[in-house]
């Protein structure tokens, strides 16, 4: 029998920048799929919600930051066993707040990222954001 090739699900995520250039990441709280992976923090848009919008609804929720503004980076698609999804990656430099744990989940600030084990979607652009943040030309 053939499946009907599930639709995939839009998920908002936020590389949350420090002037130092570290960046903030967050571990999948219990209860989740992927529970205790490292990830960028996000979540799945809603019905009717733009992407940015999203980003600003799941920062507030998961760490109390307001996003005031933010650049869409790249979008990634990924199918894991549990979901197929879209994800769109935001990076900010200009966000109000200290992060604070408010889903239980542990967050850390990284520079050359060294937490583990990360979201396997997530994985190959660390390389990419490692090029953004620490590429010198030399010239
Ligand atoms: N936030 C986030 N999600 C990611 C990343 N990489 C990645 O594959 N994902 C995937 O994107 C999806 C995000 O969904 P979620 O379950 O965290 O969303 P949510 O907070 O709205 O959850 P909910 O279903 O409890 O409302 C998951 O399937 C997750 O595996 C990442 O770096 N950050």
Redesign the pocket.
Known sequence: MLEAKAKP?D?A?GILTRENGDVLLGQ?PAG???AGYW??????VEPGEDVFSALQR?FVEELGVTIVSAEPWCCVE?V?E??H?R?YFYISRDWRGEPQSLEGQAFAWQGLVDVTPL????IPLLEWLDQLRYARTGS
């Not at 990830?39 to 799945?44: A, C, I, L, R, S």
């Not at 979201?119 to 997530?122: G, Q, V």
């Open positions: 699900v998920v995520v999948r989740k799929p992927y990830e960028f923090p996000g979540g799945k799941e990924h894991y549990h979901a999804v994800l979201l396997p979607a997530t």
